[in-house]
């Protein structure tokens, strides 16, 4: 289904659902698909699709996933495209200079925060839930996510539980910080580690509800500026990893990557399949936890964003 009106003439698709919300300014939570194609093993990656989008509407949210089929961009997919994404061998990670190479060889693909977020907003939908963006990497500052300076220049809201703790996380604060990108603690003045509950290091400032992060999140856009904000939620208690635990699965994960010659877009997929398999099912049972909590959270938000715009 094509969109008529919109901030551009790009080409995307919109599932009926999405395109009914977007007409009736109904709030909507977009999501990516990179954590189903890249992220998760089949077939928890389906079933955890569904549970987000399930959380969303309970909290009375339209949940709008994003992916690339056949080469197009779409906004909503139902059962079957995910199901399709996720069972395609030759599927492509889609961060934003992808787009055009799927496009030219009717790939299928699943987008990444800074695929997903380019599309939202290209949509005209503001709130978007992930589990941690991408940053800079360890040992290799060069290695920045697109990720990044994708963030800097696409106003969204994006709710995570901060960046992976396979990242240099002090020096993604510190790129956060130049790209002026505000990094607010959901219930906490301290940035979440992903798995873990806190990374030690301080966020700008912090929210307690959902009403005050939409709030200050259309303060943020009010004054002009075209950057996300990141609501930074820590993972929930009866989920999260001991941080001792963690830290042992990535450096070793870290020290094989090396090995192996990873690079490129497929440093993060490898690190993070290997953590994940090195800490067992914790490391998944908390991954999920979040994920649906992050889901909840952008939902509130949403519902709170469009009572105020
Ligand atoms: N965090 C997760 N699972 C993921 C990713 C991050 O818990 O699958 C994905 C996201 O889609 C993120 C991407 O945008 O990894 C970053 O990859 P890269 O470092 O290649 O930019
Ligand atoms: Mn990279």
Known sequence: MIKESGRSMADLHYSEEVLD??????????????????GLPYPTNVELAQAMEDVIRQ???????????????QIGMN?????????????????RRDFARAAARKLNGGTTVAGT???????GINVFATGGIGGVHRDAPFDVSADLPTLAQTPVLVVCAGAKSILDLPATLEKLETLSIPVVGYQTSLFPAFYSRSSGLPVTTSVEDPEEAAFLAKAHWEMGLESAVLLAVPPPLQDAL???????????ALQ?????????QGV?????????????????T????????NARVAARTSVELAKIY
């Open 21 to 38: 919300a977007l007409n009736e300014k109904k709030p909507l939570v977009g999501l990516e698909t990179a954590v189903v194609t890249h």
């Open 59 to 73: 909290e009375g949210a339209i949940p709008a996933t994003v992916g690339v089929l056949g080469g197009k961009a």
């Open 79 to 95: 059962r079957e495209d995910i199901q399709l994404l996720a069972q395609d061998r030759d599927v492509i990670k889609i961060s």
């Open 117 to 123: 977020i380019t599309a939202l907003y290209l949509a």
């Open 242 to 252: 001991p941080e001792d635990l963690m830290q042992e699965a990535v450096d070793l």
């Open 256 to 264: 094989e990557a090396e090995e192996h010659q990873i690079h490129g």
């Open 268 to 284: 993060t997929p490898f690190l993070l399949k290997r953590v994940s398999e090195l800490t067992g099912k914790a490391s998944l």
């Open 286 to 293: 908390a991954n999920l936890g979040l994920l649906l909590n």
